[in-house]
């Protein structure tokens, strides 16, 4: 696809940016990706959510896991961040934000999951690693992230076996969730729009990134 006038004033400083330029907004505005989330992992997926559509993905999925409806944590999870876009709810805050991205919300797991680009994990429910395996198996590539208090880790893996690992019960979970939720909201998405426009870090790497806010700690390095 080629952009519109209008699109190439809207993403200006994307396409000045080395690392995207005019064909990696191209790239990012047919793309897709869905985040699946369980209820410890929603304030780093709307993160996530906010930044892939302000990038211009095309196509977002939404889906929370073993969970029912979406909640808003009370101890300070950034789970309402979309809604500050508009008030009717996640579609509209989506498109209200940029209108070239649309948010679909999932109800279940269904194959058409399969359709998307991208799988963005946030949380550590089994079910999330479950899902990866089966995308992974399918050819497509995932980002997983999990977080423990004010530390929080990201690997390209669907099962990573040194994952649950990088992260530590030391950090003091009582400190409020937001800003953990943020610094992996946002390590997700960076991950996922490399992949999508196929950057020299891509998704499937053995890179992995991990942070503890507690200490000032984070690190990226391949394994």
């Known amino acids: 696809m080629s952009l519109t006038e209008v699109q190439v004033r809207r993403y200006s400083r994307h396409i000045l940016l080395p690392q995207v330029g005019g064909k990696g907004q191209e790239r990012l505005l047919s793309s897709s990706a869905v985040i699946a989330f369980d209820r410890e992992g929603e304030g780093a997926a709307s993160v996530a959510a906010t930044y892939l559509a302000a990038s211009?993905?095309?196509?977002?999925?939404?889906?929370?896991?073993?969970?029912?409806?979406?909640?808003?944590?009370?101890?300070?999870?950034?789970?309402?961040?979309?809604?500050?876009?508009?008030?009717?709810?996640?579609?509209?805050?989506?498109?209200?934000?940029?209108?070239?991205?649309?948010?679909?919300?999932?109800?279940?797991?269904?194959?058409?999951?399969?359709?998307?680009?991208?799988?963005?994990?946030?949380?550590?429910?089994p079910t999330l690693g479950d899902a990866a395996a089966r995308f992974e198996a399918a050819g497509g590539p995932?980002?997983?992230?999990?977080?423990?208090?004010?530390?929080?880790?990201?690997?390209?893996?669907?099962?990573?076996?040194?994952?649950d690992e990088l992260l530590s019960d030391d950090s003091d979970s009582r400190l409020p969730a937001a800003p953990s939720e943020g610094v992996l909201g946002a390590m997700l998405a960076s991950r996922a729009l490399c992949a999508l426009i196929k950057q020299k870090q891509t998704v499937g790497s053995t890179v992995l990134a991990r942070y503890d806010l507690s200490f000032g700690f984070f690190s990226e390095a391949a394994r």
């Open 142 to 163: 995932v980002v997983r992230g999990r977080r423990c208090g004010w530390a929080g880790a990201v690997t390209s893996a669907a099962n990573d076996p040194g994952f």
């Open 56 to 125: 211009g993905v095309g196509r977002i999925g939404w889906m929370l896991v073993n969970g029912g409806n979406r909640w808003v944590n009370a101890e300070g999870s950034l789970s309402p961040l979309a809604g500050i876009y508009a008030s009717a709810g996640l579609e509209e805050s989506a498109a209200a934000l940029n209108p070239d991205a649309v948010l679909e919300v999932i109800d279940q797991m269904p194959d058409a999951v399969d359709g998307f680009d991208l799988l963005i994990l946030s949380g550590d429910d």
